[in-house]
């Protein structure tokens, strides 16, 4: 689900494994309409606006990058290739964005400045499947900082995604958010879960809660989370 202000937000259905519906509201939820289906090439999306917008799916053997400009009515697939799989992306804004894919023998991590009409390469051997990518929108030193999960490994970079450091964890990490470079939580585990809280950037964290079956966690500032819960939402304050 995401909202890009307090009426306008998207959800995706999956119906099945080969048909995934994109829905919409613009009454803050309280009517969902379904505006796109086809199979599954629009699987994941991220907005920017109530216009642009940017998915990852597939088409039969090949990979796809698309991009709408009216809200997700329509989509334009501008990568499409079965020389990859991709994992996850993020963008930062309406140009710049990162995505993750595999490519034989490991995870690359690739980055675009034009909406995927081309990306480069910007570093090697980081990433899983599924993963997912964040990056603050702020530069800090001139620089973009982001954080990366993949196969229950979490990393940050500090340079706009051309170095990452692995930070070391006692367990699998199933979620992770920030609310700025240095202040984020993750998730740990799924059975005999636990939320742990790092101010300082993932080089030490500190327990802040225990439970079970935990999956995926949201900050929506300093002293309220959302986590998912086996089908359930819990609020930890």
């Known amino acids: 689900v995401q909202f890009v202000n307090p009426n306008t937000g998207w959800s995706m259905i999956k119906e099945s494994s080969t048909k995934f519906t994109l ?9 969902w309409t379904p505006i796109f289906s086809d199979s599954t090439k629009v699987m994941r999306f ?3 606006d109530d216009s642009i917008g940017y998915g990852m799916g597939m088409a039969y053997v090949n990979d796809l990058l698309l991009k709408t400009s009216n809200g997700g009515y329509n989509w334009t697939v501008m990568q499409s290739s079965s020389s990859y799989a991709l994992s996850g992306f993020y963008f930062v804004n309406a140009d710049t964005g990162y995505f993750n894919a595999f490519v034989f023998p490991g995870y690359n991590t690739y980055r675009t400045t034009n909406g995927f009409q081309s990306y480069e390469i910007v570093s090697t051997e980081v990433g899983g499947s599924p993963s997912s990518i964040f990056f603050f929108k702020e530069p800090y030193n001139g620089n973009l900082c982001g954080y990366l999960q993949g196969s229950g490994y979490l990393w940050k ?3 706009s995604g051309y170095n990452w450091t692995q930070l070391s964890f006692s ?3 199933y979620g992770f958010s920030f609310i700025n470079k240095d202040t ?3 998730n740990m585990d799924f059975e005999n879960s636990s939320i742990l809280k790092t101010t300082n950037a993932g080089t030490n964290w500190n327990l ?3 439970g079970n079956r935990l999956n995926s966690i949201f900050a929506v500032n300093a002293n ?7 089908h359930n939402y819990i609020q930890v304050s």
Do not use: E, H, M, P
Not at 23 to 29: A, E, L, P, Q, Y
Not at 224 to 230: H, I
């Open 184 to 186: 984020g939580w993750v």
């Open 157 to 159: 970079t500090t340079n």
């Open 224 to 230: 309220k989370l959302w986590c998912g819960a086996d």
């Open 208 to 210: 802040q809660f225990q």
């Open 46 to 48: 991220q907005f920017i």
């Open 171 to 173: 367990g699998i990490v």
């Open 23 to 31: 829905i919409r509201t613009s009454d803050g939820g309280l009517n």
